[in-house]
């Protein structure tokens, strides 16, 4: 049995503060920049009429608010400064329905892309699609380069974000958050929330309850990465991440559960000899 993909909460768990856009409303003014805007238009037999704008965004941020309004009126707003990509509604259904076959998260986003891509070179006149700026978490990067060698072909990441991890807990503290990231040859499969009120709050706190209790609902092998949450985010946005993770375990607020010799052992030579 395995979670669903839960593709938002994957980009939560690995986007650093960094690699977040603030939003941007109808009355902001476009920067400098000329990052591409890319617009999804209604089909006008769905509208009945004009069609209108279903989603708008670009890289430096989301036009929640022109949501509704035309192309035109979008256009007007960006001005020449900007490039406008638009993209129908009848290729994004299609899209979608590509990407449905794909077997992991990345997969899908690679068929989306590369099917909406395709369909906005074929008419001439569009602004192109930006970029993809997508990128994998360094630890997903490790955990499917050579190291999938050694590891289990099929297993789990169970994340557990906490103050201080690796310390015993008193239940009366707040709890902890707990992830799943299924990883099958090396490649992510799959993401989401463990559901863990079955074990009550006083086992909760115990590790090899929470391996146990996982294990057995998911059959499969369970790997705990135990990691104050500050950390976790400091690693993400760290020029030298392993630099980071180094630091957190030496000083204890990471810890892996159950102890895994030959884990650790691959993590030191990442940490010490970068392979």
Sequence with gaps: MELAQDWRLYQTLTRGKKARVA???PNATPGAESSVVTAVLSSQTATGGIPTVLAVRSSDGEFHAWVGRTIDEL???LGESRPLCVIQ???VRSAFQSAEKAPTLFDQRRVLRDSLQGSNQAEKGRAALPPSKDHQHFLVNTLGG?????????YALWLRFQEEAGTSRSPTKAAPRDHLIFIRDGQVVGCGIPDLTSLGQE???KKEAVLRHLAEKYLCPIQGLLVDAQDWESWIDADSPWKAVNQSFSSGRADLWPQSSSLRSLMWIRMNLGL
């Design 23 to 25: 939003r941007i409303g």
């Design 75 to 77: 256009r007007d707003h």
């Design 89 to 91: 509604e009848e290729e």
């Design 146 to 154: 050579w190291w999938k060698r050694v590891l289990p072909g099929r």
């Design 203 to 205: 086992r909760l706190w």
